[in-house]
């Protein structure tokens, strides 16, 4: 004989809300959590409160770093159909396909590139900075998103520092312990647009997190004001 439910609900009924009520009650919660506004521009609160969002981690609120103009850098570049590159095929799996390629850009991931495996053994570097140091040249006006490897946005900031790439927008937040904080703040003292997370928080999902609410925006009606 089926036992009857707790109250005759279940635990869907119970904790479950509709699709389109998840987002904006995850935004309600934050907002009340913190207790306090979010710094920044509205744009820069977005990207702030969709980071925490993906990571149920407050303390974001307070580490996360968004360099000027950085938004409507990242939209711009994808409405004009920019590649957009990534480290790890994970941070490549979560991007948002339909509006990707609604707008015509194409994506490429490091790990991914041919010749990667055989670079990395030969100069002892990983394979995800030996694939972005492959994609050189199709660095120039990209959306470069990060998610995994400290050594891929190092390898990014010395073809940067060295004249061979000029992305639209770097998505900086390798996650880690060994060279991720050192990282991302040579990323923010690099003449270049980016999102980061200070310290050693950071992974695929945030990127991802990112880039997708960047997709969204360049689809719809732009950075918020």
Request: glycine share 10%; proline share 7%; hydrophobic share 50%.
């Amino acid at each position: 004989m089926a036992k009857s439910l707790p109250n005759d609900r279940s635990l869907l009924d119970r904790y479950g809300l509709p699709p389109e009520a998840i987002g904006r009650e995850s935004r309600a919660r934050i907002d009340r959590a913190l207790g306090r506004p979010l710094p920044g521009s509205a744009a820069e609160q977005a990207l702030a409160r969709r980071l925490i969002y993906a990571s149920g981690d407050l303390e974001l609120a307070d580490l996360v770093r968004v360099s000027p103009s950085a938004p409507e850098a990242g939209v711009r570049a994808l409405r004009a159909g920019a590649a957009i590159v990534c480290d790890v095929q994970m941070v490549a799996a979560g991007l948002n396909r339909p509006l990707r390629h609604r707008l015509g850009c194409p994506l490429l991931c490091a790990t991914c590139q041919a010749g990667a495996v055989e670079r990395a053994r030969a100069e002892g570097i990983t394979r995800t900075a030996a694939g972005l140091l492959l994609l050189a040249e199709r660095l120039d006006g990209a959306v470069v998103a990060i998610g995994n490897a400290p050594t891929a946005l190092l390898a990014l900031l010395d073809l940067v520092d060295a004249g061979r790439a000029a992305p639209a927008l770097v998505v900086g937040m390798p996650v880690g312990f060994v060279a991720a904080s050192e990282a991302k703040q040579l990323l923010q003292e690099r003449a270049v647009p980016f999102v980061t997370v200070v310290g050693t928080r950071g992974g695929s999902p945030l990127a991802v997190a990112t880039v997708n609410l960047l997709l969204t925006w360049a689809a719809g009606d732009g950075v918020p004001r």
